[in-house]
């Protein structure tokens, strides 16, 4: 390993410090180094913060050192203004003379912008060290701006003999098929992803809050499949811990601003100013979980968690729009249930937690 990819490991390391919070911002890190040695570095605040190059170039304290470093970043510096200014513009003026990126950032305010404005001042532009890793550390990022849709994460458990949920229950709660530290592992991916996802029927029968409660960090919007508007507002999903985007159908009484049987109209009542509503063509059978996708790239979110049901999975894994399942088997079985989703993806990771185990797959590429 060279000095180049040495110092660019340690800006993916520190730049998942702001995993979770930099949304729908990339997750950046970066680190200064002069005559082999780090004399500053940081990574990308929560959003409409300072971005890492700004962190990083703040915690010099000298800031005449800078006229003889090298800052490395695993993404192109910005050349745009939006809620803060161009980092090209920092590094530029405080005259630091390299600059190596881990990889061109795709966003078309910037693509390329930011190496030509460094380039265009005289600073000596190194890109593509250690690309594939950067990439893979901005996938989020990189899946919202080329695809156009969220980085998608299924996520389901199963019992050893393959089922997702029993035949029957007697009461509106979720029955366990995963143990705690599994349950308390997924609580962290909801801090870490913009958003979670849900189908009625899963709201029916479990009343779930959908929120991180059992770990510390940002509760995710809450987003839920409501085609014909069956849910009711007392529903735990509707409480004031987080957003709550609603997706229904066209021919319902909302789409004529009635108000309906559950009392939602056009514009929810007083009191669920948390809730969004927006309306999708249920009538595409095959492009469902596409324009689910559309309205989430619409609303700005670059990635969710599909923690639904079987039904709902299976939606997004025919339509072929997933990128990870993260798949728990726990240490129970079911007489009869509900499958679980049939899916064709590489296995990537496996993991033993107390009584579960945890596979985590990504499609073939």
């Known amino acids: 390993m060279n000095s180049h990819e040495f110092y660019i490991k340690r800006c993916i ?15 950046v890190g970066a680190v200064i180094v002069r005559n082999n040695t780090i004399i500053g570095e940081g990574f990308t605040s929560p959003y409409g913060g300072p971005h890492a190059e700004v962190n990083a170039i703040n915690a010099v304290k000298d800031k005449e050192l800078l006229k003889s470093a090298t800052i490395y970043v695993t993404l192109e510096p910005c050349s745009h203004y939006g809620k803060t200014p161009p980092c090209s513009d920092l590094i530029i ?7 190596v990126i881990g990889c061109i950032d795709d966003n078309e305010q910037v693509a390329g912008k930011g190496v030509k404005k460094l380039k265009d001042a005289g600073v000596n532009v190194v890109v593509g060290v250690l690309e594939k890793e ?21 996520k389901w458990a199963e019992t050893n003999n393959g089922f997702i949920a029993p035949e029957s229950k007697n009461e509106q709660k979720p029955v366990w098929i995963s143990n705690t530290y599994s349950r308390q592992l997924t609580h962290k991916w909801r801090t870490e992803e913009q958003a979670i996802l849900v189908g009625t029927n ?6 779930p809050t959908l929120t991180a409660r059992d770990w510390t960090g940002q509760n ?6 409501d085609k014909d508007l069956k849910l009711n507002k007392n529903l735990n999903i509707f409480n004031d811990k987080a957003e709550t985007l609603i997706i229904h159908g066209k021919n319902n009484s909302l789409s004529n ?17 948390n809730v969004i509503l927006s309306e999708i063509d249920f009538s595409k059978k095959n492009a469902i979980a596409q324009q689910i996708c559309e309205v989430l790239f619409r609303q700005n979110i670059n990635s969710i968690i599909i923690e639904g049901g079987q039904k709902t999975l299976q939606t997004f894994i025919n339509e072929d729009l997933w990128d990870e399942a993260r798949v728990f088997t726990g240490d129970v079985m079911f007489k009869e249930g509900t ?17 579960d185990t945890l596979k985590i797959y990504t499609k073939y590429d």
């Open 13 to 27: 390391k520190i730049g998942k410090n702001g995993l979770g919070s930099t949304r729908p911002n990339p997750m």
């Open 93 to 99: 003026r405080h005259q630091i003379p390299n600059v």
């Open 134 to 154: 950067c990439k893979e550390h901005h996938k989020r990022f990189f899946t919202f701006h080329n695809k156009k849709r969220p980085y998608i994460i299924l």
């Open 202 to 207: 899963t709201v029916l029968q479990d009343n």
């Open 220 to 225: 995710p919007i809450r987003v839920v499949i």
């Open 257 to 273: 601003g009635n108000e309906t049987q559950k009392g939602w109209s056009i514009h929810p009542p007083i009191g669920y100013e």
């Open 339 to 355: 499958k679980a989703p049939k899916f064709n993806g590489q296995q990537i990771f496996e993991e033993t937690i107390g009584s």
